[in-house]
């Protein structure tokens, strides 16, 4: 992937097309549809991909080959594939997946962090100790601000009065804690806490690995940021405001 500093970081991706994409896919299901889903592997090692809510129904793509997998889409809110692997995901084998009753607006967060030196040791094969962890890039989407502005799925536009969902999936190994300006929101999904579901804040702590599906109904026009309270995640290779960012456009 290229980050806004033009830096280049190894990274895997789950594209529609052959070519790489680093800008995040993202599969839509209305509930009750059953999705069958192919993979291809253009990686010259096999992978395993699971659905996070199905983790003992792996499947096996070899290298070159390809295979089918099935979701049934039997409740509203999110979930994701993702790669078998202890590093699949960090690495970029996630595919979010999304389920609703279609009614209403929805955009997707794919947020996560990388260090450059990590992700060139992991693409070769070597080990790195996530214990000393220490990200310099950060992204929604694979895209940091400014790019994240003219990203569909990152910037989030509609009316006053709209009943909109982010979906929201936290696909690196740090916490981030995306804050709100402007609005409080509602938690519909959290899939670290259940008793989280119901609150209305304006601060959205997620774990690595963690999905959460809020509900915003804007009561007010105008354009609000959203950014990680952790100011060092705005940033991109040392640079502010280069990385986790993006904004709420209401008319």
Not at 16 to 38: K, P, V
Not at 88 to 113: A, C, Q, R, T
């Amino acid at each position: 992937m290229v980050c806004i500093d033009s830096s280049f970081i190894p990274s895997y991706s789950i594209s529609f097309s052959d070519a790489y994409s680093q800008q995040q896919e993202l599969i839509r299901l209305i509930h009750g549809d059953t999705l069958e889903l192919t993979i291809y592997n253009q990686d010259s090692m096999d992978h395993s991909f699971f659905w996070r809510s199905k983790p003992s129904m792996s499947t096996l793509v070899a290298s070159g080959g390809n295979a089918s997998i099935q979701y049934i889409g039997t409740f509203s809110g999110g979930d994701y594939l993702r790669g078998n692997k202890s590093n699949d995901v960090y690495m970029g084998l996630i595919l979010p997946l999304f389920i609703s009753n279609g009614s209403k607006s929805s955009f997707l967060w794919d947020i996560h962090e990388k260090n450059k030196t990590f992700s060139e040791e992991l693409i070769q094969g070597n080990s790195v100790d996530f214990a000393n962890y220490d990200p310099d890039y950060f992204f929604i989407n694979g895209q940091a601000n400014p790019q994240t502005l003219n990203d569909s799925l990152s910037r989030v536009t509609g009316n006053t009065g709209d009943s909109i969902l982010i979906y929201i999936v936290n696909s690196g190994k740090s916490v981030h804690s995306l804050h709100f300006h402007g609005y409080h929101l509602e938690i519909l999904q959290s899939s670290f806490n259940n008793s989280d579901i119901g609150r209305s804040k304006d601060t959205f702590p997620l774990r690595a690995g963690e999905i959460m599906l809020l509900l915003l109904v804007p009561d007010k026009p105008g354009e609000y940021p959203v950014h990680d309270h952790n100011l060092i995640a705005v940033s991109g290779g040392g640079i502010y405001p280069n990385g986790m960012f993006t904004t709420l456009l209401i008319q």
